[in-house]
């Protein structure tokens, strides 16, 4: 196994994982770290070391609001319950990688993935993550840290007065996870990967960064495929948000502003000065009476526009994807939002002439009426944007896989939450709390497979981890609407037309196509 390897910075030395097959890599850098004078700056490359690093242990978390472990939130019990011991760092600019390589000769595909939590949290070893399970199969792992909310993604005036010609003045977190991913590119020969073969992956904010990643031009040719789970940034949803899903670079340097004047700090470079905690201690205070998120923004050089108008525009890598949700995060409220007959009547409004067409769609009289939309694929926030993306994405020829988790998860009523298929894709269900049974297991085993199999190939079908047939899964497309539906084991099914959300299609092209936004 490898054990001892050369990247371009240095010597590394892994870990034996819980399979010995398997060499684990904790805490690589691949950038230096973005503390003081690099506070609010661009990512850059990682200072050589002498003799041999050992990575044995986690690098820190990403500095965050609350200390994953230490609140009393669903999202604490099941995802992580992490431990006091780990601390939170604006040094965290690290990598794990879990490798399966005998030697460097081999060329194994690679596997990166992008851990979710809004872009304000989430870390790389949450405990529903379990990389060794999936480099088993014959692929390397890289887990990604990158800065989070505040150190993450400020923008504010002097950070893009003090920002040379054509560099990026904000999405700092975002130029991580790209400088990761070139940093996979350039040394995962050293693992045992195959530099050609990279697919990146991420789940809800880490979908959205991974959606983010496929349409910046700074990552071209070096991304062979991705999987979107549960984020996908299509608001078909909400016609009275065309064009409002990002903030543009003035309006989030005005955010940044009025959050630095809420606090108490009169300039950027007093912000600079201050420790991170004291930063942090100040917008844990006054979150309680306003709410300060910090996202991603159109800066111009990395984001350079929403990503409906790419998708439309056809700014997008050309690469295969998994795109999917879980059935019960469809169904919450939070997500689907509140529909009224008033409101129903008002985005009829921007139909214009084809506002009789989409009153004739569906018998709307009432409140209920419209509320009950909501649940539909029409205009459900995640089905809608998710199923709105395969129709689009397919009708120009990209090879896109669609999925729905409507799995039976134990223990309460909590139903496919958001991220329950976290504990399926990385077959640790041995690491959740639920009492799981032999058939949540078996579709464990599934959705690996799938996974997997699309990192080395581009397709999801072949064989699962015990050399069976999978169920076949075949891309989406206009003619054959297939979904892949996660129930007890993985089903096939095909979809039925859906007028209503063509139209909303045909809107969408009207608003963002032919370089409208």
């Not at 150190?151 to 005036?157: K, R």
């Not at 073969?197 to 496929?214: F, K, N, P, Y």
């Not at 700014?315 to 997500?335: A, H, K, N």
């Not at 995640?382 to 896989?401: A, D, H, I, N, P």
């Amino acid at each position: 196994m490898l054990r001892t390897v050369q990247v371009k910075n240095g010597k590394l030395k892994g870990l034996v994982g819980k399979d010995p097959r398997i060499t684990v890599f904790r805490g690589v850098p691949y950038a230096k770290p973005p503390v003081g004078e690099l506070r609010w700056k661009a990512p850059q490359p990682a200072e050589d070391w002498e003799g041999v690093r050992n990575c044995y242990e986690y690098a820190d978390m990403a500095m965050m609001r609350v200390h994953p472990g230490m609140d009393d939130d669903f999202y604490t019990k099941e995802l992580h319950p992490t431990s006091a011991e780990y601390k939170m760092s604006e040094d965290c600019l690290y990598l794990n990688v879990y490798s399966p390589a005998a030697s460097t000769e081999d060329k194994y595909p690679v596997f990166v993935y992008i851990h979710g939590g809004g872009l304000q949290d989430g870390y790389t070893y949450e405990v529903e993550f379990d990389p060794e399970r999936v480099a088993r199969r014959g692929v390397v792992v890289v887990m990604v840290g990158y800065r989070l909310g505040l150190f993450g993604f400020l923008a504010h005036p002097e950070i893009t007065a003090a920002t040379p010609e054509g560099e990026t003045v904000s999405n700092f977190g975002m130029q991580d996870q790209s400088m990761a991913i070139h940093w996979v590119h350039n040394n995962i020969h050293a693992f045992g990967g195959d530099p050609e073969r990279i697919v990146i992956c991420g789940q809800s904010a880490g979908a959205r960064s991974v959606q983010a990643q496929i349409c910046s031009s700074m990552n071209e040719g070096i991304i062979s495929g991705a999987i979107i789970q549960s984020g996908v940034s299509m608001m078909f949803g909400d016609e009275d948000n065309f064009g409002k899903e990002i903030m543009m670079l003035e309006e989030a340097e005005a955010y940044g502003s009025h959050f630095l004047e809420t606090i108490g700090v009169a300039t950027l470079n007093e912000a600079k000065k201050m420790p991170a905690e004291e930063l942090m201690r100040r917008l844990a205070e006054v979150y309680k009476k306003e709410q300060f998120v910090f996202g991603l923004c159109i800066d111009g050089t990395f984001v350079r526009e929403s990503a409906p108008s790419a998708y439309y525009n056809d700014r997008i890598m050309d690469i295969p994807l998994i795109v999917g949700v879980c059935q019960g995060e469809t169904q919450s409220r939070f997500i689907r939002g509140n529909l009224s007959y008033q409101d129903y009547l008002k985005k009829a409004e921007k139909y214009g002439d084809k506002k009789e067409k989409f009153l004739s769609l569906k018998k709307v009289t009432c409140d209920e009426d419209a509320d009950e939309l909501t649940a539909e694929d029409a205009f459900n926030r995640f089905l809608g944007g998710t199923r709105g993306f395969c129709e689009l994405r397919s009708s120009r020829g990209q090879k896109v896989y669609y999925y729905i988790f409507d799995h039976d998860i134990p223990g309460d009523d909590a139903g496919s939450f958001h991220g329950s298929d976290l504990w399926f894709m990385f077959d640790s269900l041995g690491n959740s709390w639920r009492p799981f049974e032999g058939k949540h297991y078996d579709l464990a085993r599934q959705v690996t497979s799938y996974w997997t199999n699309f990192v080395k190939t581009g397709d999801p079908n072949g064989l699962d981890y015990n050399e069976n047939p999978l169920p076949v899964w075949e891309p989406y497309s206009k003619e054959n609407k297939s979904v892949m539906r996660f129930m007890d084991c993985a089903v096939s099914e095909q979809l039925e037309e859906c007028p209503l959300l063509d139209l909303r299609l045909e809107l969408g092209k009207k608003v963002y196509g032919d370089d409208k936004n």
